[in-house]
């Protein structure tokens, strides 16, 4: 069963202060892995795919790493707009399902 | 022009009731998804339709009832409502069964059984 996890449950971070979030999975051949942000009372939306370890993706102050059984996302400079609860995604080979992790709260105080 | 819409956006009811979530989308896209995030919000995959034809049912209580009547709509049909029904439920779509791309959701209904 594909399964996802995630790390830290909640981060608080001044503003300016760079960290990351662990987001590790166990699938049957992994087809995708997605970065979603979810601000309160709104949908996830989509912030990056990986493919294959190695990978990196970009945008803004957010980078997105994949290693065969994780994947992190760096963030460097934060601003309180970057608060949000961010979401990790795995979907399998058979590509019918998409398995989220509960999220990992990011506080950015200003 | 709102990809994925879902009304209502609230909903709130008393217990045994009977309600409906409509979804729709203007993507283009053959799949759409149920998801249930509940107070600690994991999102949990409920159904996932494919051209109108159901693909994934996961371990979902029999009063609640999807429907596809054309693969830009889902709808989502609950009947006599338990406490435990109350959550936020977001519609999803995604490219394709077997097609690589990323989820695109709704805003999310927030359903409250009283």
């Known amino acids: 069963e594909d399964q996802v996890t995630q790390s830290p449950e909640a981060l608080r971070l001044q503003e300016g202060e760079s960290s990351s979030l662990n987001c590790s999975y166990t699938v049957s051949g992994l087809r995708g892995l997605f970065w979603y942000r979810q601000d309160p009372g709104k949908g996830p939306e989509f912030l990056f795919t990986l493919y294959s370890a190695g990978e990196e993706k970009e945008k803004e102050r957010l980078k997105a790493t994949l290693t065969k059984k994780e994947s992190f996302l760096h963030i460097t400079a934060p601003k309180p707009e970057d608060s949000a609860t961010y979401l990790c995604a795995v979907q399998g080979i058979r590509g019918q399902n998409f398995v989220f992790g509960p999220g990992t709260r990011l506080s950015v105080l200003p | 022009d709102t990809a994925v819409s879902q009304t209502p956006k609230y909903l709130v009811t008393q217990m045994g009731n009977d309600k409906s979530i409509k979804c729709e989308q203007n993507l283009g896209h053959d799949t759409m998804y149920w998801y249930k995030q509940d107070s600690k919000k994991f999102l949990k995959i409920m159904f996932s339709?494919?051209?109108?034809?159901?693909?994934i049912n996961e371990t979902v209580p029999n009063r609640f009832s999807p429907k596809s009547p054309d693969k830009a709509h889902l709808n989502l049909h609950i009947n006599s409502l338990e406490l435990g029904d109350s959550a936020v439920y977001f519609c999803?779509?995604?490219?394709?069964?077997?097609?690589?791309?990323?989820?695109?959701f709704g805003e999310g209904s927030r359903l409250t059984v009283l």
């Open positions: 999803a779509s995604s490219r394709g069964q077997g097609a690589t791309g990323e989820l695109f």
């Open positions: 339709y494919n051209n109108k034809e159901l693909i």
